[in-house]
């Protein structure tokens, strides 16, 4: 899992101007309709790709890495 988001992180960086933000985190969950709201499961997943269950704590690079591991969870739920 690690080698994976760091290559995502490597190739995201090289093509967004802006930084991820929370906001973009919950829309991605959203369309991969996976709860995120205070919900318990949610944030064990995210203490498990960064260390930290709040976005609220996370740096722009760890919401980076959960962004890219959302989207490797919703391409392997699918």
Same mark, same amino acid.
């Given at each position: 899992? &690690?080698? !994976?988001?760091?290559? $995502?992180?490597?190739?995201?960086?090289?093509?967004?101007?802006?930084? !991820? @933000?929370?906001?973009?985190?919950?829309?991605?969950? #959203? &369309?991969?309709? !996976?709860? $995120? #709201?205070?919900?318990?499961?949610?944030?064990? $997943?995210?203490?498990?790709?960064?260390? &930290? @269950?709040?976005?609220? #704590?996370?740096? @722009?690079?760890?919401?980076?890495?959960?962004?890219?591991?959302?989207?490797?969870?919703?391409?392997?739920? &699918?």
């Amino acid at each position: 899992m &690690k080698l !994976i988001l760091e290559n $995502w992180r490597r190739h995201l960086k090289e093509f967004l101007d802006d930084p !991820i @933000s929370k906001e973009d985190v919950h829309d991605l969950a #959203d &369309k991969l309709s !996976i709860p $995120w #709201d205070d919900d318990a499961d949610f944030m064990d $997943w995210t203490a498990e790709v960064v260390g &930290k @269950s709040h976005l609220d #704590d996370m740096t @722009s690079e760890e919401l980076l890495d959960v962004y890219a591991a959302l989207e490797e969870r919703g391409k392997e739920n &699918k």
